[in-house]
């Protein structure tokens, strides 16, 4: 089964805690502050595998969770980092937050990698903390939190060339044709639900990869049947196959199929419907086909037009011939397919918000839930210095404005206080 969407969840390593610790050998007396910092949180990567072929992996396992740094140690040893976190992806995967709706990334080079989520940094050990006034400081820090997020990711195949058509026009027997590959075969519509490849050797050392797409409907740009799923995959193609039943089976006209298709690629992607096309005018063994033929050669004009039977292999190999020599003429995959993955940052947000709720005062932000979280709240110097950043990032004087009293609570994150006046007063 071909799966082209999955939602993962992934949560790098927080950093390891800082040591709060002293020397103490026999002939250094009052030895100084000897706390290591602790190590850097894994990050979690994603790398492309061209090995793979889907996102079905991800259908048993979407969760996915670095390991933390080493806390820090005694005698200014520092902890270990955490290695990094791979998740191996197919080629051709977009990476979405799923919060914001932002690409992190394309890729679709082997071995292209970028981080998705950031392991948090170690904190730091008491020795970091000493100054000429307080030369032997019971501080440290906890270590930094990993970023975590939803992730979507959106597979579209890497394929040379795609089959585009009506359902049930003969793209998959086709495909069957020139190919080892074996999609399902069925006289009913979508029998082809999911996207197949497969790699035509066409001569002379020439080859190209082939996928066979779901059908198109009418309103596939809108979603319709198969619309998005068919369309996304398309997009990659250098070059399309438009299979027509020239025998018109189903009763349709296979001009009018002809200008459907057109009109469902240029609605979705202008780009898309300029893709160069040749028509494989397929079932060409079947009554009716060559007078079809040849009025739809008057209607069409100027088009590339091969006359085929997909069944019988009538005119197949004049087609892959002619397809593979389009593709010696086409310029590769646009060269800003290959440049490294950007991961976008987020939008800068306030320092910090202030809400009352329930009696007490709920201060929220990034930086002020960081700081939390990488307080040693076990340590009175450590209490001293929280309080110190706090009325530094301006939030006491701001509570003081909305009117807090001795006494009060105030919530950042998950830890509760008590608010107390002028605790880091020097």
């Not at 202008?270 to 063994?285: F, G, S």
Request: negative net charge; proline residues 5%.
């Amino acid at each position: 089964m071909f799966v082209d969407t999955a939602k993962i969840f992934v949560k790098a390593g927080d950093g390891g805690n800082g040591a709060i610790a002293f020397r103490r050998e026999k002939y250094v007396p009052r030895g100084g502050p000897a706390g290591g910092d602790g190590g850097r949180g894994g990050n979690v990567v994603l790398v492309v595998d061209e090995g793979l072929r889907t996102l079905m992996d991800f259908r048993y396992q979407r969760h996915f969770k670095a390991q933390r740094g080493e806390n820090g140690r005694n005698k200014n040893q520092h902890g270990a980092d955490a290695e990094d976190l791979i998740i191996r992806v197919p080629p051709g995967t977009l990476v979405y937050d799923e919060k914001t709706g932002r690409l992190l990334a394309d890729l679709t080079r082997h071995q292209q990698q970028v981080i998705v989520a950031k392991g948090g940094r170690g904190g730091r050990g008491n020795a970091r903390f000493a100054s000429a006034s307080n030369p032997a400081p019971y501080i440290s820090e906890n270590g930094e939190p990993g970023e975590e997020r939803w992730l979507i990711l959106e597979l579209k195949l890497l394929a040379d060339v795609g089959l585009i058509g009506f359902p049930s026009v003969g793209k998959s027997t086709l495909l069957a044709a020139v190919s080892a590959a074996r999609p399902k075969i069925a006289a009913y519509h979508f029998t082809t639900l999911t996207p197949n490849l497969g790699v035509v050797d066409a001569g002379d050392g020439q080859s190209f990869v082939l996928a066979d797409l779901p059908g198109l409907i009418e309103g596939a740009h809108q979603g319709v049947g198969l619309g998005h799923e068919f369309l996304r995959h398309a997009e990659r193609t250098r070059c399309l196959i438009h299979v027509i039943d020239m025998a018109a089976t189903e009763g349709r006209d296979p001009y009018q199929d002809y200008l459907l298709i057109n009109q469902e690629l240029e609605l979705y992607s202008p780009a898309l419907a300029k893709r160069p096309q040749v028509i494989a005018a397929n079932k060409m063994d079947l009554p009716e086909a060559a007078k079809n033929l040849e009025i739809f050669r008057r209607q069409v004009g100027e088009v590339p037009i091969y006359p085929i039977s997909a069944a019988t292999g009538q005119g197949v190999k004049e087609l892959v011939r002619a397809v593979a020599g389009m593709l010696q003429e086409l310029p590769e995959p646009s060269p800003a397919e290959a440049e490294e993955p950007v991961v976008f940052t987020p939008e800068e947000e306030e320092p910090f918000t202030i809400r009352k709720e329930d009696g007490r005062f709920v201060v929220e932000g990034e930086r002020v839930e960081k700081l939390v979280k990488m307080t040693n709240f076990n340590h009175h110097d450590s209490i001293l210095r929280f309080s110190r950043i706090i009325r530094r990032m301006g939030i006491e004087e701001a509570l003081v404005n909305l009117g807090i009293e001795e006494g009060d609570t105030v919530q950042i994150g998950d830890y509760q206080f008590e608010y107390t006046r002028g605790l880091d007063a020097d």
